[in-house]
Protein backbone atom coordinates (compact mmCIF):
# COMPACT_ATOMS: atom_id res chain seq x y z
CA UNK A 1 0.00 0.00 0.00
CA UNK A 2 2.74 2.53 0.96
CA UNK A 3 4.57 1.57 -2.46
CA UNK A 4 1.71 2.40 -4.62
CA UNK A 5 0.81 5.58 -2.32
CA UNK A 6 4.23 7.55 -3.57
CA UNK A 7 3.32 6.86 -7.02
CA UNK A 8 0.00 8.10 -6.30
CA UNK A 9 0.86 11.34 -5.12
CA UNK A 10 3.72 11.97 -7.53
CA UNK A 11 0.88 11.67 -10.70
CA UNK A 12 -1.87 13.79 -8.30
CA UNK A 13 1.44 16.38 -7.74
CA UNK A 14 2.35 16.57 -11.45
CA UNK A 15 0.43 19.18 -12.61
CA UNK A 16 1.67 21.42 -9.56
CA UNK A 17 5.59 21.00 -10.15
CA UNK A 18 4.95 21.35 -13.96
CA UNK A 19 3.84 24.89 -12.53
CA UNK A 20 7.10 25.54 -10.32
CA UNK A 21 9.43 24.61 -12.29
CA UNK A 22 7.79 25.94 -15.79
CA UNK A 23 7.91 22.71 -17.88
CA UNK A 24 5.08 21.73 -20.51
CA UNK A 25 3.70 17.58 -20.88
CA UNK A 26 6.76 15.97 -22.25
CA UNK A 27 9.09 16.74 -19.46
CA UNK A 28 6.12 16.16 -17.40
CA UNK A 29 6.28 12.68 -18.62
CA UNK A 30 9.88 12.22 -17.94
CA UNK A 31 9.73 12.78 -14.70
CA UNK A 32 6.98 10.34 -13.75
CA UNK A 33 9.02 7.57 -16.26
CA UNK A 34 12.09 8.51 -15.02
CA UNK A 35 11.18 6.26 -11.82
CA UNK A 36 10.36 3.49 -13.58
CA UNK A 37 13.05 3.12 -15.98
CA UNK A 38 15.35 2.63 -12.34
CA UNK A 39 12.16 0.60 -10.87
CA UNK A 40 12.58 -1.89 -14.22
CA UNK A 41 16.44 -2.01 -14.41
CA UNK A 42 16.30 -3.10 -11.02
CA UNK A 43 13.91 -5.65 -11.38
CA UNK A 44 16.14 -9.04 -12.52
CA UNK A 45 19.00 -7.90 -9.99
CA UNK A 46 16.18 -7.53 -7.04
CA UNK A 47 15.13 -10.50 -7.87
CA UNK A 48 18.48 -12.14 -7.87
CA UNK A 49 19.33 -10.45 -4.72
CA UNK A 50 16.51 -11.69 -3.00
CA UNK A 51 17.03 -15.19 -3.72
CA UNK A 52 20.48 -14.72 -2.53
CA UNK A 53 20.17 -12.53 0.62
CA UNK A 54 16.57 -13.61 1.85
CA UNK A 55 13.04 -12.01 1.14
CA UNK A 56 12.63 -10.56 4.66
CA UNK A 57 16.41 -8.91 4.17
CA UNK A 58 15.12 -7.69 1.14
CA UNK A 59 12.25 -6.08 1.73
CA UNK A 60 13.92 -4.35 4.69
CA UNK A 61 16.26 -3.15 2.90
CA UNK A 62 13.73 -1.83 0.17
CA UNK A 63 11.43 0.06 2.89
CA UNK A 64 14.10 1.95 4.11
CA UNK A 65 15.72 2.93 0.78
CA UNK A 66 12.49 4.20 -0.97
CA UNK A 67 11.10 6.07 2.26
CA UNK A 68 14.51 8.21 2.64
CA UNK A 69 14.54 8.99 -1.41
CA UNK A 70 10.59 9.71 -0.72
CA UNK A 71 11.63 12.38 2.02
CA UNK A 72 14.72 13.79 -0.80
CA UNK A 73 11.54 13.98 -3.39
CA UNK A 74 10.33 16.48 -1.39
CA UNK A 75 13.50 18.29 -0.87
CA UNK A 76 13.89 18.36 -5.54
CA UNK A 77 14.91 22.06 -6.11
CA UNK A 78 14.65 21.59 -9.82
CA UNK A 79 12.93 19.60 -13.04
CA UNK A 80 16.75 18.19 -13.35
CA UNK A 81 17.22 17.24 -9.80
CA UNK A 82 13.11 14.91 -9.51
CA UNK A 83 14.38 13.52 -12.35
CA UNK A 84 17.55 12.44 -10.94
CA UNK A 85 16.04 11.50 -7.58
CA UNK A 86 12.54 9.30 -9.21
CA UNK A 87 15.34 7.37 -11.19
CA UNK A 88 17.15 6.57 -7.66
CA UNK A 89 13.73 5.88 -6.07
CA UNK A 90 13.02 3.20 -8.75
CA UNK A 91 16.50 1.84 -7.88
CA UNK A 92 15.15 1.71 -4.34
CA UNK A 93 12.25 0.35 -4.90
CA UNK A 94 12.94 -2.59 -7.41
CA UNK A 95 13.89 -5.24 -5.37
CA UNK A 96 10.42 -5.18 -3.43
CA UNK A 97 8.10 -7.16 -5.62
CA UNK A 98 10.16 -10.11 -5.72
CA UNK A 99 11.15 -9.67 -2.10
CA UNK A 100 7.35 -9.79 -1.41
CA UNK A 101 6.16 -11.90 -3.40
CA UNK A 102 9.28 -14.67 -2.04
CA UNK A 103 8.07 -14.14 0.86
CA UNK A 104 4.33 -15.44 0.05
CA UNK A 105 6.04 -18.37 -1.45
CA UNK A 106 7.38 -19.25 1.23
CA UNK A 107 4.77 -18.98 3.96
CA UNK A 108 1.83 -20.73 1.63
CA UNK A 109 1.12 -24.03 0.52
CA UNK A 110 0.80 -24.57 -3.52
CA UNK A 111 -2.69 -24.92 -2.89
CA UNK A 112 -3.70 -21.66 -1.72
CA UNK A 113 -0.47 -19.59 -3.13
CA UNK A 114 -2.44 -18.38 -5.82
CA UNK A 115 -4.58 -17.04 -3.44
CA UNK A 116 -2.37 -15.13 -1.22
CA UNK A 117 -0.48 -13.43 -4.30
CA UNK A 118 -3.72 -11.76 -5.66
CA UNK A 119 -4.70 -10.91 -2.08
CA UNK A 120 -0.58 -8.94 -1.88
CA UNK A 121 -1.08 -7.55 -4.96
CA UNK A 122 -4.85 -6.38 -4.35
CA UNK A 123 -3.07 -4.13 -1.79
CA UNK A 124 -1.40 -1.78 -4.41
CA UNK A 125 -4.69 -0.90 -5.77
CA UNK A 126 -5.80 -0.54 -1.58
CA UNK A 127 -2.79 2.05 -1.28
CA UNK A 128 -3.27 3.92 -4.84
CA UNK A 129 -7.26 4.43 -3.83
CA UNK A 130 -6.26 5.80 0.19
CA UNK A 131 -3.31 7.82 -0.42
CA UNK A 132 -5.70 11.22 -2.44
CA UNK A 133 -7.98 11.22 0.74
CA UNK A 134 -5.14 11.27 3.15
CA UNK A 135 -2.36 13.45 0.77
CA UNK A 136 -4.88 15.80 -1.02
CA UNK A 137 -5.24 17.89 2.42
CA UNK A 138 -1.56 18.21 2.82
CA UNK A 139 -1.01 19.48 -0.78
CA UNK A 140 -3.75 21.50 -0.47
CA UNK A 141 -2.83 23.11 2.83
CA UNK A 142 0.41 22.87 2.44
CA UNK A 143 2.60 21.90 -0.82
CA UNK A 144 3.34 18.84 -2.77
CA UNK A 145 6.77 18.55 -1.32
CA UNK A 146 5.23 18.44 2.15
CA UNK A 147 3.77 15.45 1.13
CA UNK A 148 6.35 13.38 0.19
CA UNK A 149 8.12 14.33 3.62
CA UNK A 150 5.51 13.09 5.45
CA UNK A 151 5.27 9.61 3.74
CA UNK A 152 8.50 8.92 3.93
CA UNK A 153 8.33 9.54 7.57
CA UNK A 154 5.52 6.96 7.73
CA UNK A 155 7.53 4.59 5.81
CA UNK A 156 10.28 4.51 8.30
CA UNK A 157 7.71 4.03 11.00
CA UNK A 158 5.96 0.74 9.14
CA UNK A 159 10.22 -0.28 8.44
CA UNK A 160 10.58 -0.52 12.07
CA UNK A 161 6.90 -2.15 13.22
CA UNK A 162 7.47 -4.81 10.23
CA UNK A 163 11.13 -5.84 11.47
CA UNK A 164 9.17 -6.45 14.80
CA UNK A 165 6.46 -8.22 14.08
CA UNK A 166 7.08 -10.35 11.56
CA UNK A 167 8.66 -13.51 11.73
CA UNK A 168 12.17 -13.55 12.53
CA UNK A 169 15.14 -13.33 9.62
CA UNK A 170 16.44 -17.09 8.06
CA UNK A 171 19.98 -17.88 8.43
CA UNK A 172 22.05 -16.10 6.03
CA UNK A 173 24.55 -19.02 5.89
CA UNK A 174 21.42 -21.50 4.33
CA UNK A 175 20.23 -18.95 1.78
CA UNK A 176 23.83 -18.15 0.64
CA UNK A 177 24.54 -21.42 0.38
CA UNK A 178 21.60 -22.57 -2.34
CA UNK A 179 23.04 -19.30 -4.11
CA UNK A 180 20.90 -18.82 -7.04
CA UNK A 181 22.14 -18.86 -11.02
CA UNK A 182 19.69 -17.21 -13.99
CA UNK A 183 19.96 -19.75 -16.71
CA UNK A 184 18.41 -18.06 -19.34
CA UNK A 185 17.72 -21.44 -21.96
CA UNK A 186 16.00 -22.71 -19.28
CA UNK A 187 13.75 -20.42 -18.02
CA UNK A 188 10.00 -21.80 -18.77
CA UNK A 189 8.76 -20.20 -22.48
CA UNK A 190 5.52 -19.02 -20.96
CA UNK A 191 8.01 -16.33 -18.38
CA UNK A 192 8.56 -14.36 -22.04
CA UNK A 193 4.63 -13.92 -23.22
CA UNK A 194 4.25 -12.86 -19.46
CA UNK A 195 6.60 -10.00 -19.96
CA UNK A 196 5.19 -9.06 -23.58
CA UNK A 197 1.45 -9.23 -21.95
CA UNK A 198 2.53 -7.44 -18.42
CA UNK A 199 4.21 -4.44 -20.57
CA UNK A 200 1.59 -3.62 -22.92
CA UNK A 201 -0.70 -3.62 -20.13
CA UNK A 202 1.36 -2.08 -17.61
CA UNK A 203 2.12 0.85 -20.32
CA UNK A 204 -1.80 1.27 -20.32
CA UNK A 205 -2.42 1.44 -16.25
CA UNK A 206 0.30 4.09 -15.65
CA UNK A 207 0.22 5.71 -18.97
CA UNK A 208 -3.91 6.49 -17.27
CA UNK A 209 -2.09 6.65 -13.56
CA UNK A 210 0.48 9.26 -14.42
CA UNK A 211 -1.80 11.79 -17.09
CA UNK A 212 -5.49 10.84 -15.66
CA UNK A 213 -5.11 13.52 -12.89
CA UNK A 214 -3.52 16.11 -15.10
CA UNK A 215 -6.56 15.67 -17.74
CA UNK A 216 -8.99 15.81 -15.25
CA UNK A 217 -7.43 19.08 -13.99
CA UNK A 218 -6.36 20.86 -17.29
CA UNK A 219 -9.38 19.36 -19.57
CA UNK A 220 -12.08 18.75 -17.74
CA UNK A 221 -11.84 21.52 -15.13
CA UNK A 222 -12.16 19.51 -12.36
CA UNK A 223 -10.94 20.71 -8.62
CA UNK A 224 -8.21 19.39 -6.70
CA UNK A 225 -10.96 18.60 -4.15
CA UNK A 226 -13.04 16.45 -6.70
CA UNK A 227 -10.11 14.88 -7.74
CA UNK A 228 -9.75 13.04 -4.31
CA UNK A 229 -12.58 11.42 -4.72
CA UNK A 230 -12.22 10.78 -8.27
CA UNK A 231 -9.14 8.88 -8.68
CA UNK A 232 -9.81 6.27 -6.71
CA UNK A 233 -12.61 4.98 -8.25
CA UNK A 234 -10.49 2.92 -10.82
CA UNK A 235 -7.74 1.99 -8.30
CA UNK A 236 -10.49 0.73 -6.02
CA UNK A 237 -11.94 -1.42 -9.24
CA UNK A 238 -8.53 -2.62 -9.89
CA UNK A 239 -7.89 -3.60 -6.58
CA UNK A 240 -11.51 -5.85 -6.55
CA UNK A 241 -10.21 -7.64 -9.81
CA UNK A 242 -6.56 -8.14 -8.58
CA UNK A 243 -7.98 -9.35 -4.37
CA UNK A 244 -10.47 -12.08 -6.61
CA UNK A 245 -8.04 -12.86 -9.46
CA UNK A 246 -6.31 -15.47 -7.41
CA UNK A 247 -9.74 -17.54 -6.28
CA UNK A 248 -11.68 -16.87 -9.90
CA UNK A 249 -8.37 -18.22 -11.51
CA UNK A 250 -8.19 -21.79 -8.84
CA UNK A 251 -11.90 -22.14 -8.76
CA UNK A 252 -13.73 -21.16 -12.35
CA UNK A 253 -10.33 -21.54 -14.53
CA UNK A 254 -8.51 -24.31 -13.03
CA UNK A 255 -6.17 -25.91 -16.18
CA UNK A 256 -7.52 -23.35 -18.11
CA UNK A 257 -5.60 -20.22 -16.60
CA UNK A 258 -4.50 -19.13 -19.47
CA UNK A 259 -8.06 -18.07 -20.89
CA UNK A 260 -8.65 -15.68 -17.65
CA UNK A 261 -5.44 -14.05 -18.73
CA UNK A 262 -6.64 -13.68 -22.45
CA UNK A 263 -10.25 -12.83 -22.19
CA UNK A 264 -9.54 -9.85 -19.52
CA UNK A 265 -6.92 -8.76 -21.81
CA UNK A 266 -9.31 -9.24 -24.47
CA UNK A 267 -11.69 -6.90 -22.52
CA UNK A 268 -8.94 -4.94 -21.66
CA UNK A 269 -8.54 -3.60 -25.15
CA UNK A 270 -12.63 -3.58 -25.71
CA UNK A 271 -13.29 -0.60 -23.21
CA UNK A 272 -9.90 0.62 -23.85
CA UNK A 273 -11.41 2.12 -26.99
CA UNK A 274 -14.60 2.62 -25.24
CA UNK A 275 -12.35 5.60 -23.81
CA UNK A 276 -10.46 6.20 -27.09
CA UNK A 277 -13.95 7.24 -28.18
CA UNK A 278 -15.87 8.78 -25.22
CA UNK A 279 -16.16 12.33 -24.91
CA UNK A 280 -18.24 12.72 -21.86
CA UNK A 281 -16.97 12.46 -18.49
CA UNK A 282 -18.87 10.08 -17.15
CA UNK A 283 -18.07 7.92 -19.82
CA UNK A 284 -14.62 8.52 -19.34
CA UNK A 285 -14.70 7.43 -15.82
CA UNK A 286 -16.78 4.61 -16.52
CA UNK A 287 -14.30 3.06 -19.20
CA UNK A 288 -11.22 3.93 -17.17
CA UNK A 289 -13.17 1.82 -14.17
CA UNK A 290 -13.83 -0.66 -16.24
CA UNK A 291 -10.29 -1.12 -17.58
CA UNK A 292 -8.54 -0.78 -14.49
CA UNK A 293 -11.23 -3.89 -13.38
CA UNK A 294 -10.29 -6.45 -16.19
CA UNK A 295 -6.47 -5.28 -17.02
CA UNK A 296 -5.98 -6.22 -13.00
CA UNK A 297 -8.23 -9.42 -13.47
CA UNK A 298 -5.32 -10.17 -16.26
CA UNK A 299 -1.79 -8.71 -14.79
CA UNK A 300 -2.63 -10.36 -11.48
CA UNK A 301 -3.44 -13.77 -13.31
CA UNK A 302 -0.05 -13.56 -14.51
CA UNK A 303 1.60 -13.32 -11.35
CA UNK A 304 -0.99 -16.06 -9.75
CA UNK A 305 -0.37 -18.54 -12.45
CA UNK A 306 3.26 -17.81 -12.24
CA UNK A 307 3.31 -18.72 -8.51
CA UNK A 308 1.91 -22.20 -9.93
CA UNK A 309 4.23 -23.41 -12.43
CA UNK A 310 7.81 -21.80 -11.47
CA UNK A 311 10.29 -23.55 -8.99
CA UNK A 312 11.20 -22.21 -5.22
CA UNK A 313 14.90 -21.94 -5.83
CA UNK A 314 14.82 -19.48 -8.46
CA UNK A 315 11.39 -17.98 -7.57
CA UNK A 316 13.14 -14.97 -6.86
CA UNK A 317 14.62 -14.48 -9.91
CA UNK A 318 11.85 -15.53 -11.87
CA UNK A 319 9.41 -13.10 -10.90
CA UNK A 320 12.04 -9.96 -11.08
CA UNK A 321 12.16 -11.47 -14.63
CA UNK A 322 8.18 -11.03 -15.15
CA UNK A 323 7.72 -7.97 -13.40
CA UNK A 324 10.51 -6.24 -15.45
CA UNK A 325 7.98 -6.78 -18.09
CA UNK A 326 5.23 -4.95 -16.27
CA UNK A 327 7.64 -1.79 -15.16
CA UNK A 328 9.26 -1.72 -18.45
CA UNK A 329 5.38 -1.10 -19.77
CA UNK A 330 5.20 1.62 -16.01
CA UNK A 331 8.21 3.57 -17.76
CA UNK A 332 7.01 3.61 -21.49
CA UNK A 333 3.35 4.71 -20.60
CA UNK A 334 3.60 7.96 -19.03
CA UNK A 335 6.33 8.89 -21.56
CA UNK A 336 4.32 7.99 -24.02
CA UNK A 337 1.30 9.80 -23.22
CA UNK A 338 3.66 12.73 -22.30
CA UNK A 339 4.83 13.11 -26.13
CA UNK A 340 1.67 12.22 -27.69
CA UNK A 341 0.36 14.95 -25.96
CA UNK A 342 3.26 17.50 -26.57
CA UNK A 343 3.43 16.42 -30.14
CA UNK A 344 -0.27 16.41 -30.86
CA UNK A 345 -2.06 18.73 -28.34
CA UNK A 346 -4.56 15.79 -28.42
CA UNK A 347 -5.21 13.50 -25.08
CA UNK A 348 -7.51 11.72 -27.55
CA UNK A 349 -4.51 10.76 -29.53
CA UNK A 350 -2.67 9.61 -26.91
CA UNK A 351 -5.98 7.31 -25.44
CA UNK A 352 -5.56 6.10 -29.19
CA UNK A 353 -1.73 5.18 -28.52
CA UNK A 354 -3.10 3.04 -25.76
CA UNK A 355 -5.19 1.12 -27.29
CA UNK A 356 -2.71 -0.11 -29.76
CA UNK A 357 -0.71 -1.73 -26.80
CA UNK A 358 -4.28 -3.61 -25.76
CA UNK A 359 -4.11 -5.54 -29.51
CA UNK A 360 -0.17 -6.48 -28.20
CA UNK A 361 -0.74 -7.69 -25.31
CA UNK A 362 -4.33 -9.75 -27.00
CA UNK A 363 -1.44 -10.82 -29.59
CA UNK A 364 0.85 -12.20 -26.93
CA UNK A 365 -1.61 -14.26 -24.94
CA UNK A 366 -1.72 -16.50 -28.17
CA UNK A 367 1.55 -18.07 -27.01
CA UNK A 368 0.20 -18.60 -23.05
CA UNK A 369 0.20 -22.54 -22.55
CA UNK A 370 -0.62 -25.01 -19.95
CA UNK A 371 2.14 -27.21 -20.34
Known sequence: MLLFADRTVMNISLAYI??????????????????????????????YLTDLLGSKRMVIIALIAWSAMTMVTGLA??????IVIRFLFGIAEGPYPSAALKRISENYGKKVKSQATSALISSNYAGAAIAPLIIVPIIANSSWQQAFIWLGLGGIVITLVYYLLE???????????????????????????????????????????????????????????NLAWLVPLPVISG?????????????????????????????????????FKSSSLVW???FEVLIY???SLAFTGIFSFTAQILSEKSYGSSIGIVNFGGQLGGFIGPLLIGEIVQFTSSYSAAFLGLVFSAVLAVLACLFIRRV
Open 239 to 275: GIAAFSAGFIMVHLFKHRERWLITIASLLTLVFMFGL
Open 293 to 295: FVK
Open 18 to 47: GKDFHVGAAALGATASAFFLGYTLMQIPGG
Open 77 to 82: WSLASL
Open 167 to 225: RPLKSIRKEVAARPQIKWQNIDRRVWAFVIIGLALNVITKGLEAWMPVYFLREQGINLK
Open 284 to 286: IVI
